[in-house]
């Protein structure tokens, strides 16, 4: 009996296997990145709804640009992950 060992998931070498693909975040940018730009994106949400649902019609102002604040950072953080990725060419093999 052959065991075939295969490791899905997020481990601490960053590499997951997703239908048969392997993608690896390889430098601490990528990771920074992406760590602060879905928190900086959940936070933009989270205030975005403070400032919404806010009682008083005067106020919660302070909620909009910290919704406003969170968002750009979360899109700023977007642009360094995607755009360190621009012409990396992966080896395809020819039997994928």
């Known amino acids: 009996m052959r065991h075939h060992k295969r490791e899905i998931g997020f481990f601490l070498t960053f ?3 997703l239908a048969g693909r392997r993608f690896k975040m390889k430098s601490l940018k ?3 990145a992406v760590v602060v730009g879905i928190l900086a ?3 933009a949400i989270f205030y975005f709804y403070k400032f919404v649902t806010f009682s008083d019609l005067q106020g919660g102002h302070n909620y909009g ?3 406003l604040g969170l968002a750009a950072v979360a ?3 977007g642009l360094i992950y995607f755009l360190g990725h621009v012409n ?3 080896e395809i093999h020819i039997t994928q």
């Open 30 to 32: 990528d990771i920074l």
């Open 75 to 77: 899109f700023v953080c």
């Open 15 to 17: 590499i997951f296997q």
């Open 88 to 90: 990396k060419e992966e």
């Open 41 to 43: 994106a959940a936070g």
């Open 65 to 67: 640009w910290m919704a």
